[in-house]
């Protein structure tokens, strides 16, 4: 089974723009997660998406969204991008059950310049 | 509110080492899991057990072992014989039961381990 894709993997963006990442989560996986690793807040969790819903949000402003596909696919959208918004996002699927494990995708790699 | 704390920001061994990653939780929960995840170079987080809240077996996994006692709230992570291959970023983490803890893992601050060979 392939794993967790996500695209894409570098990413330069300027302070006020806007960019959307991508994930593809494992075949018969309907849950995908996301998360930003920073080196001063470590691995921090922004939402759940399950069956094209947001099950689970966590603690980020407003800028931060996302959606899922009929097909299981998410996107994550920063707008109105800030210099601390500079990190490794990774998104995770998972089967579905809110214990199952999580697979992690390899991440993308955002800098605000 | 749950937490994961690892102590340890750093290891450093030589090769064929024995080296333990502490890791403790608080979670008011009765019910939940906790993980080891390891983060090579790659970036790529990389699953390596899971555990739930009711079961306290150790578990052994070739040169892998964990220790799960839940009295101390600890799930700690030996690896035996270190080899350079394992340095890497290990993080534990928490996921709690409920709908409000749909898909997230609280994780600890991660321990560096270098092996020197």
């Known amino acids: 089974k392939a794993g967790v894709t996500q695209t894409p993997r570098y990413l330069i963006k300027t302070r006020g723009q806007q960019v959307t990442l991508s994930c593809s989560p494992i075949?018969?996986?309907?849950?995908v997660s996301w998360y930003q690793q920073t080196p001063g807040q470590g691995l921090q969790f922004l939402f759940e998406?399950?069956?094209?819903?947001?099950?689970n949000k966590g603690n980020f402003p407003g800028r931060f969204s996302g959606r899922q596909f009929s097909n299981s696919r998410s996107e994550m959208n920063v707008s109105t991008l800030e210099l601390g918004d500079s990190a490794l996002y990774l998104c995770?699927?998972?089967?579905?059950?809110?214990?199952?494990?999580?697979?992690f995708g390899p991440g993308t790699r955002l800098t605000v310049l | 509110a749950q937490k994961v704390t690892q102590a340890q920001t750093e290891i450093s061994v030589v090769e064929k080492e024995d080296v333990t990653l502490d890791c403790v939780y608080e979670?008011?929960?009765?019910?939940?899991?906790l993980f080891w995840y390891k983060q090579p170079p790659s970036g790529e987080l990389v699953f390596l057990i899971r555990?739930?809240?009711?079961?306290?077996q150790n578990e052994i996994s070739g040169r892998y072992s964990w220790n799960f006692q839940k009295s101390t709230s600890s799930f700690n992570f030996t690896i035996t014989a270190s080899q350079v291959v394992d340095s890497a970023v290990y993080f534990c983490?928490?996921?709690?039961?409920?709908?409000?803890?749909?898909?997230?893992?609280?994780f600890g601050q991660g321990t560096i381990l270098t092996v020197h060979p």
């Open positions: 995770a699927s998972a089967v579905g059950g809110y214990t199952d494990t999580q697979y």
């Open positions: 075949s018969g996986h309907r849950s």
């Open positions: 998406y399950f069956s094209e819903t947001q099950r």
């Open positions: 979670t008011r929960d009765t019910t939940y899991y």
């Open positions: 555990r739930n809240s009711f079961d306290e």
């Open positions: 983490a928490l996921s709690e039961s409920g709908g409000t803890s749909y898909g997230k893992l609280t």
